[in-house]
């Protein structure tokens, strides 16, 4: 669905793993390949703002979190396999423009951090919004020692409590 990301949070004592996937619509304003110097310049730029997760999801100061390693990479039309709900949402839409075998792409990022203090970690500042101007919703989904949780995170909205969740 364009205009929403989808977040998983994993946090298990100082650790913290995430893992976001997001249209290329909503990130660099197209789905295709890139088919222009602009085209890659554009996706080139998003996978470097896409490894900075702090800046992106921006965690409570006082949890003192750090990044341990973050990658992003974009999947494109030759990656078919989990991408059957494009051809549900083109005929939904209407979208009669692709070509059946031409994909959304997607970016995918993921991130493993750690937090001296994780239960300081009260919030996350979704900056994203501010970073990318197609995005509007984040849907979250958050595993904590206490349980799991579902969240939707808007840019109307930008931060994500998290106060109840330990």
Known sequence: EHGVGKLNIAIEGSQVAMEFIA???????????????????AIKAALTILKTPLELFGMS?????????????????????GHDHDKAHDHASGHDDHEEEAG????????SMRCDTPSALTDIA?????????????????????????????????????????
């Open 23 to 41: 249209s290329g619509a909503d990130i660099v304003g197209f789905e295709h390949s890139a088919l222009t110097a602009e085209d890659r310049a």
């Open 61 to 81: 100061t006082a949890a003192k979190c750090r990044v341990d390693d973050a990658h992003a990479d974009i999947d494109g039309e030759e990656d078919h396999e």
């Open 104 to 111: 959304h792409t997607e970016f995918h990022a993921e991130y």
């Open 126 to 166: 979704f900056g994203y919004f501010d970073v990318f101007d197609n995005a509007r919703e984040v849907e979250v989904q958050i595993v904590t020692p206490t349980g799991a949780t579902a969240v939707e995170v808007t840019r109307d909205a930008p931060t994500l409590d998290m106060r109840d969740l330990f």
